[in-house]
């Protein structure tokens, strides 16, 4: 009877790594995404520490668990703990990129994807040619859910709207230069008049309203859009062989005119340079593997900004 009572009395640490999920995503799903565990093995190890600690830990509310009074009290002790865990296996010289097996997906716009993916793949293939990466576009108002399930590890774009669990990092300042076809009237001087005067192809591939009118439209100034294309290619494609004019980032219009038949002027109207941020959950602070990715990310991509013309 003694030894079973000192089996019982010891917990499965792994058991408060599932606690903490929990805790922090707000159910048994969205913890199990993070863990990369299933769904059943997620509530088998939440109804094992149940009976272990003699609470139910976490009450139904919706579609969200809430924690019990036991559960807010223990768990800054417990995340602290698990915290100086990871800390100490990260110490450990043991990571090796070429021994990964894994994929990362980025939230991504097309524009950043053809600028940064270029040189991240060719340091992939060298450095961890076990990785997969999954580029996609997310609406801006879904990136924090997506990193709190662990759906998207990375997102890149403009300033978002985020908790307190996102961590980010700034990458670069944007900023908009006007393309049109070469032969083009404005081709070589583009005043502000001629700019608002003249049509235009926008990009929106979600419908989402375009940031630049946005900012125009505040300080009374509007413009006629005559296309609204998805992608930023195709619409770089039509201004070559249209009348109409396309406001772009500077570094993606560096890249796309060694291809299209395109001219570039100055944006003749006062726009403050954009931030470009990184985004990620903070639980992956941490993550060796996924601390190594974001710096090949970031790398690449100011790689890629110092070698386009200026």
């Given amino acids: 009877m003694g030894s079973r009572m000192e089996r019982d009395s010891r917990i499965d640490l792994n058991l408060f790594r599932v606690l903490d999920a929990i805790y922090t995503q707000g159910g048994v799903s969205a913890a199990a995404r993070v863990l990369h565990l299933t769904q059943p093995a997620v509530t088998h190890a939440l109804r094992r ?10 009450v139904r509310q919706g579609n969200r668990l809430l924690p019990t009074d036991k ?6 002790a417990v995340q602290g703990h698990l915290k100086g865990l990871l800390a100490s296996a990260h110490a450990q010289p043991s990571f090796d990129p070429r021994r990964l097996q894994t994929e990362f997906v980025i939230g991504f716009r097309d524009i950043l994807e053809s600028i940064a993916l270029p040189g991240l793949m060719a340091s992939i293939g060298r450095e961890a040619p076990g990785v997969r990466v999954v580029s996609r576009r997310v609406a801006a108002d879904e990136v924090e859910r997506e990193l709190g399930t662990g759906a998207l590890d990375l997102a890149v774009d403009r300033p978002l709207r985020a908790g307190e669990h996102i961590s980010h990092r700034r990458l670069l300042d944007e900023t908009l230069v006007v393309v049109m076809r070469r032969d083009h009237p404005l081709a070589r001087s583009l005043r502000r008049a001629d700019y608002l005067a003249a049509q235009h192809v926008t990009v929106s591939p979600l ?4 940031a630049l009118d946005t900012l125009l439209g505040q300080n009374g100034m509007f413009r006629e859009v005559r296309m609204v294309a998805q992608h930023y290619f195709s619409a770089c494609q ?7 004019l396309l406001t772009v980032p500077k570094a993606y219009a560096d890249h796309l005119a060694v291809l299209l038949p395109i001219a570039m002027q100055p944006l003749p109207v006062r726009i403050k340079a954009i931030p470009i941020l990184a985004y990620w959950h903070d639980s992956k602070d941490n993550d060796q593997a996924h601390r190594w990715f974001r710096e090949r990310l970031v790398k690449s991509i100011t790689a890629a900004m110092q070698a386009s013309p200026q």
Wanted: proline share 7%.
């Fill in 49 to 58: 520490l149940r009976d272990q600690l003699g609470d139910p830990l976490f």
């Fill in 71 to 76: 559960v807010r009290a223990m768990m800054p």
């Fill in 238 to 244: 039509i201004s070559a062989a249209s009348d109409l």
């Fill in 207 to 210: 419908g989402e309203a375009s």
